[in-house]
């Protein structure tokens, strides 16, 4: 699972950029609390969460690059 926050954002706005870019897979809002749950320090920080429920890797506005990226994700899906 990728999980990304930002608070500015709306489930309108949301399913709106899913739309016109063709995204299939599941975009969805949560409570502000989860900001502090997950220790989010910055806009934009996405996560990595294993089948088990660990956070496997956590990165902030324009950290990864798209081999970064796809990396984290292979590394994800095997794990």
């Known amino acids: 699972m990728a999980v990304g926050f930002d608070l500015t954002e709306t489930l309108e706005k949301i399913g709106e950029y ?8 599941v975009f969805t809002t949560g409570p502000p609390e989860l900001v502090r749950k997950f220790g989010v320090r ?3 920080t996405k996560f990595g ?13 324009g950290a ?15 794990g």
């Open 42 to 44: 910055t806009q934009s």
């Open 18 to 25: 899913q739309d016109d870019n063709g995204y299939t897979w």
């Open 64 to 78: 990864s690059d798209a081999a970064a990226w796809r990396g984290a994700l292979r590394a994800m899906a095997q």
């Open 49 to 61: 969460i294993g089948r088990d429920g660990a956070i496997l890797w956590r990165r902030g506005y």
